[in-house]
């Protein structure tokens, strides 16, 4: 089978450094499969022309950015390089990457041969609806400085400008005869837009470090510490997470809270709801107890989980959650949002403790509770370990079986 992906980036041999990658991995394991001939196509910066590259046996193609895309589609140029690819490659099965993908509805030309496939990754109608959850106006409102008036991207802007990417999001999912999805609860955020198209559901595959890596061990009650990858967008409720830390550190005064992820400038020039994220940090005196890791590699990301007494995800949503897979991989007990796809991976109070998405006071109680009995914590790290290594044995299997289940209907349609 040849698959032609339409993805987000060119794969390369620079370590990915954050939590929640996955794509390279499957890539890579997919490649080595005897049925399967894979080749990638996104942008790159490179040239005025395609670039072409082999990176471990998947022949990559990079297309120039010329120019912006008008109601979903790129310029007419990009459309004739994409055309020559395709002609190239010649594949039985064109899989684009998210709704969000950088060529959005490009792939879906009739024109173009193979059988189009869409794997669903964010919900963007659904973030444009939570984006500022838990913030109040006011909160929202002191985000906006001079980076956001020079940009244009404060949180109400970003939050307009998923609800108009949503659109054509909508239009994506409606082209669309085939969609994969990782999650019951992206289905039922898309079902409705396209109730005929046939929908198939599959794990996402974890970076090898989380697959061998030694089980979670750490239960430190002298000097507990809770880790969360929450920095990046309000989505993520690192505000929750802040003002929950607060109640923890009042029972517990040394606790430390290690937050992993990129967060660019820190100055006035930084991003809004970061700025609101270092006030709250300072209202509260929680400077001496929070720690930012900035963005780190897998291998450090599962030592600082296994190092951590408590994992914590806070997000409003989430259409699988690779970061708390992550966490169950290495075994790391978590308090998690009962949001989104979550449900699905854990089970609440066996393999993971929950809070309703927003409730800062319940998300603190939980984490007191597992930094203040270890056997709890050992008991959910275990229960958390076995389903990890079940959900994870056929991944790629899985996901070429879907491939041939395609091109089989097709063939009997």
Avoid at 12 to 22: I, P, R, T
Avoid at 57 to 84: A, D, E, H, T
Avoid at 226 to 255: E, R, T
Wanted: charge should be positive.
């Amino acid at each position: 089978m040849r698959i032609l992906w339409v993805s987000a980036k060119i794969f390369d041999e620079a370590e990915e450094k954050q939590s929640g990658v996955w794509q390279k991995a499957m890539a890579l394991k997919l490649v080595a499969n005897p049925e399967i001939v894979l080749a990638n196509v996104s942008y790159q910066g490179i040239t005025k022309q395609i670039y072409t590259s082999d990176f471990k046996g998947i022949k990559q193609y990079g297309l120039p950015r010329l120019g912006k895309l008008k109601k979903g589609y790129p310029p007419s140029g990009i459309k004739v390089l994409f055309r020559n690819i395709v002609n190239e490659f010649k594949p039985d099965i064109i899989h684009i990457w998210g709704s969000e993908n950088p060529l959005k509805l490009l792939a879906f030309d009739k024109n173009y041969a193979g059988v189009k496939v869409l794997s669903m990754q964010g919900v963007l109608s659904s973030i444009a609806e939570n984006l500022l959850n838990g913030l109040s106006f006011w909160q929202i409102l002191s985000t906006i400085g001079i980076r956001e008036l020079l940009k244009g991207s404060s949180l109400f802007s970003k939050k307009k400008s998923f609800y108009k990417d949503g659109f054509i999001e909508q239009k994506i999912i409606k082209s669309s005869d085939y969609i994969i999805a990782q999650s019951d609860w992206t289905v039922s955020q898309i079902k409705s837009i396209n109730p005929n198209a046939k929908f198939f559901k599959i794990d996402r595959v974890l970076r090898p470090a989380f697959v061998k890596a030694d089980k979670w061990t750490s239960f430190n009650q002298t000097k507990p510490v809770i880790y969360s990858a929450a920095v990046g967008y309000s989505l993520k409720g690192l505000h929750v997470l802040i003002k929950a830390f607060a109640l923890v550190k009042d029972v517990i005064p040394n606790v430390e809270l290690k937050l992993a992820g990129a967060v660019g400038r820190t100055d006035f020039l930084g991003d809004g709801y970061l700025r609101l994220i270092h006030r709250m940090i300072n209202k509260l005196e929680l400077q001496n107890n929070v720690k930012w890791l900035g963005a780190i590699p897998a291998n450090e990301i599962v030592h600082n989980l296994q190092q951590a007494s408590v994992f914590v995800n806070p997000s409003f949503i989430e259409s699988y959650s690779l970061v708390l897979a992550e966490a169950m991989a290495v075994g790391t007990p978590s308090v998690i949002s009962f949001a989104g796809a979550m449900p699905e991976l854990a089970e609440n109070n066996k393999e993971a403790l929950f809070f309703s998405p927003g409730d800062y006071r319940q998300c603190a109680y939980q984490i007191i509770k597992l930094l203040s009995n270890r056997n709890y914590a050992v008991e959910l790290s275990v229960n958390a370990r076995n389903r990890s290594q079940n959900r994870n044995a056929d991944t790629v299997l899985d996901q070429v079986a879907i491939y041939k289940a395609i091109l089989a209907n097709e063939e009997n349609s």
